[in-house]
């Protein structure tokens, strides 16, 4: 009976974005009443419980708002004075064939801006570019967020990764071959889930010549990257050494289909470097960034503290949520917000300098961030709060168990579903293995089976799962103009999520019998 109680918001939620096909907030919210009423109602969630869980959803959602209405603001101001425009083109001079380049930029340009930064960074500004470059933006949203998520545990300088490996104790020595077969199939599986969303079927016949040889160079380097103990860097080499190999195999392709590809460049009020130049500034901002020491980060953030709490339920049914120090800390150097304002501030510096500066498209560009970023700020709160009422009241973890109970042995073939579930509730990897990563680790004690491969198919199933998270399809929907489309978009993508999940729980299960 709990079990059913538990899984009713989330099956409000889906019910409502997926059949009704009601808009995220609308959504959010009746779901969070539902949540709010089974908490309070049947799983004795305090008071003082209900004031923690809805302070770190406001928290977090700070957190989300501030990326989303930096995000905003930098592509409105580019693309304001012409500089996607110019991307575009040029995009298109040095890749003419379409197909290619969607595949490049959703599927390996988004790995590699998630190896760096992550937060929704990718989805924002690689969607506008796609759809710039005349693709369905539908088509073009579903493909960046599904596309960039095998690039999560390890993205954002794996901090995914180090949550996991500390909240289960798992040597990072151990982890490093099972992450590395489950990451094999995330990029993979990803890959063939873009040229299915391009096209489908046709779309999967004509991209796997490119997707079997690019995945493997990937798996090659992710492999030494991950067994030579530099976790941090999975994702950027990865993605890195995959948009090589794919150039590579275009340029020999075009060769003989297109003759002599054209090497000179377009420019309109700004030149290419101009126009890019503020994403590289990004890049390059953060990977310095990333080189400051965690000290010097931390004493520039500003976190709060909670205390901890049990729910009302007599034992065992108890629920203890532990207190927490510097929770999901706002630090000068690491939250994206300030890499993307430093952005849009050269951005205007430039502007100046070449004689284009317009007081009336910097105002217009605030005007649209404000428009677009008030509502999503609301949905985004929706959401939150529901997730963690669900996590602190113990509703979560209640259903989890139930699972576990019920599938017993068989528990490593489902067990993706819960990383796909966690991120789906929580809206990124780094929570999502907070809240099942030790949940895994204990059901994998309890069958005598492998820790570290219970702990990857967790974390690299997570990752995929962000791909439906509603709060990134919020932001993504957001980024492009596609309010009110967040339906369609998860419609699009639960499929192929739930394709890969099943894969990753055949390859555990079987792994783990042998």
Not at 166 to 172: D, I, M, Q, S, Y
Not at 371 to 382: F, R
Not at 454 to 465: K, P
Request: charged share 10%; aromatic share 12%.
């Amino acid at each position: 009976m709990m079990a059913i109680l538990s899984l009713l918001p989330i099956l409000s939620l889906l019910g409502l974005l997926i059949i009704v096909k009601t808009s995220v907030a609308k959504a959010g919210g009746v779901s969070l009443v539902i949540a709010l009423a089974i908490a309070l109602g049947f799983f004795g969630l305090p008071a003082f419980g209900l004031s923690v869980a809805l302070g770190k959803a406001l928290w977090l959602g700070l957190f989300v708002s501030l990326i989303v209405w930096g995000a905003l603001f930098l592509y409105h101001l580019v693309s304001g004075f012409g500089a996607i425009d110019v991307i575009n083109k040029n995009i298109m001079i040095f890749v003419k064939d379409k197909f290619v380049a969607f595949l490049l930029l959703a599927w390996l340009f988004t790995g590699l801006l998630q190896g760096i930064a992550g937060f929704g960074v990718p989805i924002v500004i690689v969607t506008p570019i796609l759809i710039a470059l005349g693709f369905n933006p539908v088509k073009s949203l579903t493909a960046t967020l599904l596309g960039h998520s095998w690039a999560v545990t390890f993205g954002s300088m794996g901090v995914a990764f180090f949550v996991i490996q500390g909240l289960t104790g798992v040597p990072k020595a151990d982890l490093g071959v099972p992450m590395w077969i489950f990451a094999t199939i995330a990029h993979f599986l990803t890959g063939i889930g873009v040229c299915w969303l391009h096209d489908g079927f046709s779309g999967i016949k004509k991209g796997l010549a490119y997707v079997l040889p690019v995945s493997f160079v990937m798996a090659l380097v992710q492999y030494f990257t991950l067994t030579s103990g530099m976790y941090a860097l999975a994702t950027l080499n990865t993605a890195l050494a995959g948009l090589a190999v794919m150039f590579l195999l275009y340029r020999l392709r075009a060769k003989g289909k297109e003759g002599k590809i054209k090497n000179s460049f377009y420019r309109d009020k700004l030149s290419l470097w101009q126009a890019v130049f503020p994403y590289a500034l990004i890049l390059v901002l953060l990977l310095l960034f990333q080189l400051i020491p965690a000290a010097v980060k931390d004493s520039i953030a500003v976190s709060p503290n909670f205390r901890g709490f049990e729910t009302a339920l007599p034992y065992p049914y108890t629920h203890t949520v532990a207190g927490v120090v510097n929770y999901s800390p706002i630090r000068l150097f690491a939250h994206p917000v300030f890499v993307l304002l430093i952005a849009a501030a050269v951005s205007c510096l430039i502007y100046r300098r070449v004689g284009i500066w317009d007081a009336g498209v910097f105002r217009g560009a605030l005007q649209k961030t404000v428009k677009k970023g008030v509502p999503a700020t609301l949905a985004l709160l929706a959401l939150g709060c529901m997730s963690l009422v669900m996590m602190e009241s113990g509703m979560t973890r209640r259903f989890a168990y139930t699972v576990a109970d019920l599938t017993g042995s068989l528990f490593p073939l489902f067990s993706p579903f819960f990383g796909v579930l966690a991120s789906f509730l929580t809206g990124n990897n780094t929570n999502a293995n907070i809240l099942f990563g030790k949940f895994q680790y204990a059901i994998a004690y309890r069958l005598q089976i492998s820790t570290a491969m219970m702990t990857a198919s967790q974390s690299l199933s997570a990752s995929v799962g962000v791909a439906i998270g509603p709060t990134l399809i919020l932001m993504g929907a957001l980024a492009s103009d596609q309010i009110g489309q967040e339906s369609v978009i998860l419609k699009k993508l639960i499929p192929p999520v739930l394709v890969i999940a099943l894969a990753m729980g055949v390859i555990n299960y079987i792994l783990l019998a042998v």
